[in-house]
């Protein structure tokens, strides 16, 4: 293929944009350690984190933000969103990592001296940033969770502490607390609801500029610990997304919505199916309730139908006449009542399922309960109702969750799969069609939209194929080979509920790990039963259809494994 200088030029900034991408991402390394305080450079990759979010309840301003102004940057909100990679940014970014490596070696003056000299910040701009950031790197070189451990054990008291990670809120700080949840009338916050316009409208745009129009339905995944730690972002795009905001009471307690505009929403309303987990039913009882609310008003709008696509979809349910409007307007769905999880993950690792509609079916028989409030007012708390949740997921055209933390990513757990796979399999076996799978941190700066193969090819990059990920975990010995494992298991994963993975990446995963001589002798040392089972795991992916390796690759991984099953 021959490409214009134009094209060959657009295609290396691309390129390029994407290194810094990854080159950017925090990823955590090595795990955590019981009883252990941060060391030094995990605590100025923390401190570098949290100084990259402005935090006017501590009257501190984001350090990039500081010194893009020091440096005559109009606006740096727009320079985020416009030019993640120009050599602006970079320089931003050199400063600001040199800013927070000095405080960490110096302190705050020191550090505060060298904004000024290469950015010229004001001292009194900077102070209040490293006032907290002091506070917070006194607090991560305290640890009490072996002291809380033994106070619990012995039936004490420990003290509570709110649950985030320290990006979001920094008072999560010390750890070793006992994780208090949120109100759930506060639910979602303002600032919540701020951020959830932001991601909810990219993940619009994304949606547009793949497919020229808006989705007719989307299908979310709400989580019960992400929304205590983001306040109800979750529940808040849930919201934004319907088109209307939440209203408070005498109270204070969000239990009513407000109608915004078709004027100033400029885009219809978006039909959206929840799926919440059984820790979010089990949390937020009053949230289900409020976002069963949302739907019903907005599908009692006068509106026109190509603008209101709530009532479109119910319309279309109840002309083809065998659904009531209770029936056909219900769209929050979760376990039956004291059940928890979707099992998927536990089919799919211990290699149960012959065809991909096992899995969707799988999660639709978990997840199909009902909650609502029907129009005579009667709660209905979680009863079976397949053929509603059938019906609402037949017209979902994109599937979607937010990733909360940067402590914990798709791969990282099995729980992402079995949720945003799990509905993705079953809204493919009702369309015939694989819906757009969507993921968006809202952690960085700057909101990110991502398809999930975009994602797991960020994350493979990032962990299974990154040495400073592999040799943190290979720190752990035993476990930390355990843990690769884990995250090749939880690629698989997407495979088998998605077809999200591209075959490179099991290629890549078994040269890094298997067919490098030295590292597989590494691996089978500190575990032989974790690297039996990793490379078990990848001829599976092979028999699955999800690669296809060379035969000396597949003739090497079937020898490793013979020669684990001779010695065992
Ligand atoms: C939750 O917070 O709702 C959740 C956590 C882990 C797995 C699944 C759900
Ligand atoms: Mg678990």
New binding site residues.
Partial sequence: MSHTPIERDARVLQLYEQLIEIEQRLVPTGLHVFGRAAELQEKADLLRMVASFDRPEHGARSLPALVAEGLGVHSYDQLLHETPSSEMMELIDKIVKEAVALFCYKGGDAAANWLKQQAGVNAENSAPTFLLLTTIAAQLDINNEQESLLRSLRGEYITPGPGADIVQNPLVLPTGRNTHAVNPYSVPSHAAFERARNTADALLARYVDEHGRHPRALALV???????KTQGEGVAQALWLLGVRPVRDALNRATDVEIIPLAELERPRIDVVMT?????RD?FAPTMLLLDKAVRRVAALDEPLDQNYVRRNINDSLQRGDLHFDDAVTRVFSNAPGN??TNVNFMVLDSQWETPETLGDLFMVRKSFAYTRDSRGRNVEGREARTLMDDALSRVEATYQNLDSFEVGITD?D?YF??LGGISRAVESLTSARPAIYVSDSLSPQTKVRSLEETVRLETRTKMLNPKWYEGMLQHGFRGVAEIENHVANTFGWSATADAVDPWIYTEISKTYLLDPAMFERLMELNPYSTASLTKRLLEAHERGYWNPDEDVLERLREIVAFQEATK
Avoid: A, M, P, Q
């Fill in positions: 709400l989580w019960g610990l992400d929304n205590i919440v987990s059984g820790i979010f949390l928890y999880g757990v729980h079995e949720y």
